[in-house]
């Protein structure tokens, strides 16, 4: 089974800091894929970025970077600049990738950030 | 490119009657997901269609049941509702097993 662990419920931050959101998580799979999402009080979940397991270099999106340590089985989500706008939920959430369960995705119980003027 | 495009955006609705929720994909996704989620259980998957037929199912009662249609369309459905029902139900579209599920923007049942 599969599971994700975020040990911060809130988070605050100044506006233009960088700010680091843990995530660890624990699976037997080889090949999995680990997944941050954003979800502002609209509800809506965004994608943010992607890590496969396999892939040797950590992510990056813009101001996002995602801290891949295998060993650690870790996958922190790295915030640089923040704004005003990315006070939100922020979920990391990993998905098997072989076999008949590719699209189920296991999420953590989020972190809810607030970016500080 | 639009979109997953979810409606309705809000329901009201008692206890046991029954509701239908519809999500549609973006252009070209072929699989649909289908999540609850609730303060307490946090984000709980669902259902999984891909071409028309369930791959995968979560640990959910038989009311909660769903459909994909040939346009990749996707309705989702429970019967006999319960307070516990309550919950935004977010829909998820997908191309392919590597690539990352695009959510909608949920429909948010109220269930008194």
């Known amino acids: 089974a599969q599971k994700i662990t975020q040990t911060q419920p809130g988070m605050f931050v100044q506006e233009k800091e960088a700010v680091t959101l843990d995530c660890t998580y624990d699976?037997?799979?080889?090949?999995?894929?680990l997944f941050w999402y954003k979800q502002p009080s609209s509800g809506e979940m965004i994608f943010l970025i992607y890590?496969?397991?396999?892939?040797?270099q950590n992510a990056t999106e813009g101001r996002y970077s995602l801290n891949f340590q295998k060993a650690r089985k870790s996958a922190n989500l790295v915030i640089s600049a923040s704004q005003l706008g990315d006070s939100a939920m922020y979920f990391c959430?990993?998905?098997?990738?072989?076999?008949?369960?590719?699209?189920?995705?296991?999420f953590g119980k989020g972190t809810l950030l607030t970016v500080n003027p | 490119k639009a979109g997953v495009t979810q409606t309705p955006r809000y329901l009201i609705k008692t206890r046991g009657q029954q509701v239908t929720l519809s999500c549609s994909p973006i252009?070209?996704?072929?699989?649909v997901s289908w999540y609850q989620q609730t303060p307490g259980q946090g984000l709980q998957f669902l259902f999984e269609?891909?071409?028309?037929?369930?791959?995968n199912k979560g640990n959910f009662p038989g009311r909660f049941s769903g459909r994909q249609f040939s346009n990749s369309r996707s309705e989702m459905n429970v019967s006999t509702l319960e307070l516990g029902d309550s919950a935004l139900y977010l829909c998820?579209?997908?191309?392919?097993?590597?690539?990352?599920?695009?959510f909608g923007n949920g429909t948010r049942l109220t269930v008194t």
């Open positions: 998820a579209s997908s191309r392919q097993s590597s690539s990352p599920l695009h």
């Open positions: 699976t037997s799979d080889q090949s999995y894929g």
């Open positions: 890590q496969g397991s396999y892939d040797e």
């Open positions: 959430a990993m998905r098997k990738n072989s076999g008949g369960s590719n699209y189920k995705l296991t």
């Open positions: 252009s070209g996704h072929r699989s």
């Open positions: 269609y891909f071409s028309e037929t369930q791959r």
